[in-house]
């Protein structure tokens, strides 16, 4: 019974994002989905709840929707048509309002449902799948791939880290590169390290080239 509510929520979630082209789209979450499997098998977590948050957890994001609450409400109204019940229903909408980065300034997490879905999604953001999310979601912003005349921002608003300049390298700096140490579970502390140093490596590399250009 619960396996067919999480199979209905994956096709009505693959239907809505099949087209969404800032990297958030249904590929993002069926991978989400499975290291969230694969992350919760290692924690006491109710599958459930962890399945359910990791399906959901993009259809109220700022960036996709306009607005946050109606999204919520709409997920709310869904689950409870598929007839799950309301201790559930509020455990998984309480992890997809709180998981999001927003320029490190989210809440904290309340469950340990909650950061097994927050790591399998910041897994999503490193590695050669986060270099290639992050290079997709500046073009769809029209951010240039590497702007010397931009720094390094530290500490930003969310509404800075939204919409201020950027560009996509800098993002490595802001962001990406900080994940590794903000990964919650054991397992995805290490399946963070070789995805982090990947994107060490993919820098390195880029740097030698933007300066063999400038030499020339
Ligand atoms: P969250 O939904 O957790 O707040 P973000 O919006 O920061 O996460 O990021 C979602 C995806 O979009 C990640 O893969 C992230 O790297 C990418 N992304 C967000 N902002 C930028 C940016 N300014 N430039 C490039 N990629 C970005
Ligand atoms: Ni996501």
Partial sequence: ????????????????????????????????????????????????????AALLHDLADDKIVTSEEESISEINYWLEGEGVPAGVIEKVLMIIQTMSYKGGNGRSLGS??????????????????????????????????????YEVREEMTKEEYRNGKTSTVHHFYEKLLKLKDLMNTESAIQMAQERHQFMEQYLEEFFKEYMLEVDE
């Fill in 1 to 52: 019974m619960n396996e067919e509510i999480v199979l209905s929520a994956a096709e009505m979630v693959r239907e809505k994002l099949e087209n969404e082209g800032s990297g958030h789209d249904w590929f993002h979450i069926e991978r989400v989905w499975k290291n969230a499997i694969k992350i919760g098998r290692t924690e006491k977590v109710d599958m459930f709840v962890v399945q359910l």
């Fill in 112 to 149: 340990l449902e909650a950061k097994v879905v927050q790591d399998a999604d910041r897994l999503d953001a490193i590695g050669a799948i986060g270099i290639a999310r992050a290079f997709t979601y500046g073009g769809s912003k029209g951010q240039p791939i590497f702007d010397p005349q």
